[in-house]
């Protein structure tokens, strides 16, 4: 069975205290693998796409890594507007998207 | 360019009623999805549809149950509700079929009483 774990399940950062959130992955046949940001009382915002071990995808503040086994969002220098919950999500044979739990961020001044 | 539309935003039943939510794909969007959000399980997979036709469906019992208009329109409908039913239910649209890209409406909340 398809599953995704994320870690921490919240996070506490000072603006400016890089850091970065885990999503380890157990699938057969991975098509994609998918990061999305949630705001509170909003669905889902699509991050990025990563296909293949080694692959690397950026955007502003984030930096989205993959291996074999994982995930890493990297967020640098983070701004409390960076505050919300990251999702990863799996996208295995049969293509339906299997999602964790996400990572509530939350970013202080 | 307009978002995902998902109506209503908010309701209230009772255990035993059925409920219909109706969802706008962005124009040119072909493809919807069904996502049901709770605290305990997260985001699960509902069903898929493009082009009027079912092209996946999650682990849910047959009182969910959904469909696709030829304007790609998409309308979910839950019958016989439960307590467990209580969830945010969350709309996505895409250009096509089986991508992980996908553009979410800012979902219906259900509460059953």
């Known amino acids: 069975e398809d599953q995704v774990t994320q870690s921490p399940e919240a996070l506490r950062l000072q603006e400016g205290e890089s850091s970065s959130l885990n999503c380890s992955y157990t699938?057969?046949?991975?098509?994609?693998l998918f990061w999305y940001r949630q705001d509170p009382g909003k669905g889902p915002e699509f991050l990025f796409t990563?296909?293949?071990a080694g692959e690397e995808k950026e955007k502003e503040r984030l930096k989205a890594t993959i291996t074999k086994k994982e995930s890493f969002l990297h967020i640098t220098a983070p701004k409390p507007e960076d505050s919300a919950t990251y999702l990863c999500?799996?996208?295995?044979?049969?293509?339906?998207?299997?999602f964790g739990a996400g990572t509530i961020l939350r970013v202080k001044s | 360019k307009a978002g995902v539309t998902q109506t209503p935003r908010y309701l209230i039943k009772t255990r035993g009623q059925q409920v219909t939510l109706s969802c706008s794909p962005i124009?040119?969007?072909?493809?919807v999805s069904w996502y049901q959000q709770t605290p305990g399980q997260g985001l699960q997979f509902l069903f898929e549809?493009?082009?009027?036709?079912?092209?996946n469906k999650g682990n849910f019992p047959g009182r969910f149950s959904g469909r696709q208009f030829s304007n790609s329109r998409s309308e979910m409908n839950v019958s016989t509700l439960e307590l467990g039913d209580s969830a945010l239910y969350l709309c996505?649209?895409?250009?096509?079929?089986?991508?992980?890209?996908?553009?979410f409406g800012e979902g219906s909340r259900l509460t059953v009483l």
């Open positions: 996505a649209s895409s250009r096509t079929a089986n991508t992980g890209e996908l553009f």
């Open positions: 699938v057969s046949g991975l098509r994609g």
């Open positions: 990563l296909y293949s």
């Open positions: 999500a799996v996208q295995a044979d049969g293509n339906k998207l299997v």
């Open positions: 124009s040119g969007h072909r493809s």
């Open positions: 549809y493009f082009s009027e036709t079912q092209r």
